[in-house]
């Protein structure tokens, strides 16, 4: 789904005076991201991690564009050790409806989440909620995917954490201050084949 393949989403959300609302879910595992970094010549950096963890943080964000697509919005939540089940996205849907006062045009992936009866229970049963899907395997139409890909790759990279616990500590200070950096929200959504104007 291109420019054309929006169209009609966009126009209802036009139509509509609503908020496009893009959502998606990451985990962050215990094992750091690395990535190129400086060292003094001849001392090879070294990273000590907690070998062969499964634990992680599981998180679901959502970035907002407002009818008048000047400001980029940005909520998140976080989950230590557990997964993002379909009671999480509707709990989470419920957070954005009380700060999201407008109505709300989600544009998500297919994932069985977010197909859940009590989830499509809950759109049906709110006025002015809609909802669209990305197509399979296309995760680069996902600016919310932008986001995660930043915060794994800068703020996060190359630093292995003690334990999960500090990992969500960590992943959540950075994670609020993207949201206070509205250049950085907006480029996550230029970084999308997407056109919004």
């Not at 908020?19 to 750091?32: C, Q, R, T």
């Not at 089940?85 to 069985?112: E, G, M, Q």
């Not at 954490?161 to 949201?179: C, F, K, Q, S």
Request: with cysteine.
């Amino acid at each position: 789904m291109g420019q054309d393949g929006l169209a009609a989403p966009k126009k209802k959300a036009f139509d509509l005076n609503a908020h496009i609302v893009f959502i998606d879910e990451s985990g962050l595992m215990m094992a750091p991201v690395c990535r190129r970094t400086w060292a003094p010549k001849g001392k090879t950096p070294i990273l000590k991690q907690v070998g062969r963890s499964h634990k992680k943080v599981s998180v679901i964000a959502a970035l907002a564009v407002p009818p008048k697509r000047r400001r980029v919005g940005m909520f998140f939540s976080m989950h230590t050790d557990t997964n993002i089940t379909a009671a999480r996205v509707l709990r989470f849907l419920r957070h954005l409806r009380r700060h999201i006062r407008k109505p709300i045009f989600l544009v998500w992936d297919r994932s069985n989440t977010h197909r859940a009866k009590i989830v499509n229970r809950f759109l049906e049963d709110h006025g002015g909620w809609s909802a669209a899907f990305f197509p399979a395997y296309a995760p680069e139409l996902n600016p919310v995917e932008a986001l995660w890909a930043w915060l794994k790759t800068n703020p996060l990279a190359n630093w292995a954490p003690p334990n999960v616990r500090t990992l969500g500590t960590v992943a959540r200070y950075h994670t609020r201050g993207i949201r206070k950096r509205s250049n950085l929200l907006r480029s996550f959504l230029t970084a999308t084949p997407l056109f919004l104007p």
